[in-house]
């Protein structure tokens, strides 16, 4: 088996702050992807990969930077992070063979004070 | 665009009871759905999932779904609901082949509260 690892599991910032979340997998996966979840408001897609060095961007796009350094890592950036803005951000990683079969990561927890 | 509706943000039932989360999806052309199960701090996990074939598709812990492309549904249900069932239930939809294929779209949750 895998495990998707997301770094750091909390994250504060300031507002207006750049900050970055990681995310490394050991599946061996083609495709990646980050997802925003907000209470009653389900997952929404920020960025996917479907390989590396590919980038595509989702429907949450804005304010928000992403980049796949290689197969194994998917990165994102909150460009300017909003005032009292709590989210957590999940990253997540597919094989090319199986779509809609996704594996989760535990999350990163943001506060933006 | 594809898009996933789930109806009910909460349903609560008592262990035992059988139960059905609503799942509904607008799109034209050839899907993947799929079902994901969220315990409390954690990521999603995958259930099951339907591409072709058989409508009805068997997942993990007894759960199952039912495709309907008439009702354009794929309804996730359990006969008999234990307590370690709470949890947020997804509905998710792919594209097979066009530009969105990969695009994976997941509803709202549907948040299943089982009493003892």
């Known amino acids: 088996g895998g495990i998707i690892t997301q770094t750091p599991k909390f994250l504060i910032g300031q507002e207006g702050q750049k900050l970055t979340l990681k995310c490394q997998q050991n599946f061996n996966h083609d495709t990646m992807y980050w997802y925003r979840q907000d209470s009653g408001k389900g997952l929404r897609l920020i960025y996917y990969?479907?390989?590396?060095?590919?980038?595509q961007k989702g429907d949450l796009s804005e304010g928000y930077d992403a980049s796949r350094e290689k197969k194994s890592s998917f990165s994102l950036t909150v460009t300017s992070a909003q005032k009292n803005e709590m989210a957590v951000f999940l990253c997540a990683s597919s094989p090319r063979q199986s779509q809609n079969t996704l594996y989760f990561g535990a999350g990163t927890r943001l506060s933006v004070l | 665009t594809q898009t996933v509706s789930q109806s009910d943000a909460h349903v609560t039932v008592f262990e035992g009871d059988s139960v059905e989360l609503r799942c509904n999806y607008s799109?034209?052309?050839?899907?993947?759905l799929s079902w994901y199960i969220q315990h409390h701090g954690h990521g999603l996990q995958f259930l099951l999932k339907?591409?072709?074939?058989?409508?009805v598709v068997q997942g993990v812990n007894g759960f199952e779904a039912e495709f309907s492309k008439s009702d354009s549904s794929f309804h996730l249900r359990k006969a008999s609901v234990h307590w370690s069932d709470s949890a947020v239930y997804f509905c998710a939809v792919t594209s097979m082949y066009d530009t969105n294929a990969y695009k994976v779209i997941f509803g709202k949750g549907t948040h299943l509260h089982v009493l003892p």
């Open positions: 990969s479907i390989t590396e060095n590919d980038l």
């Open positions: 799109y034209g052309g050839s899907i993947y």
């Open positions: 339907y591409y072709s074939g058989n409508p």
